[in-house]
């Protein structure tokens, strides 16, 4: 699903903090996940919407 524009690129958050970040996107029909991964964090995967 491309392209996909998103508030922020790049996030550094210390322990405690917190961000909340945008992806815009083209309307389909699939529902989107979303990967997210960190350096010091277990890699995630969730349901978009």
Known sequence: MLPIRWSDNDVTLFPGEQQTITARYSATSATPD????????????????
């Open 34 to 49: 979303v990967r997210v991964n960190g350096f010091n964090v277990p890699e995630q995967t969730r349901r978009a919407g």
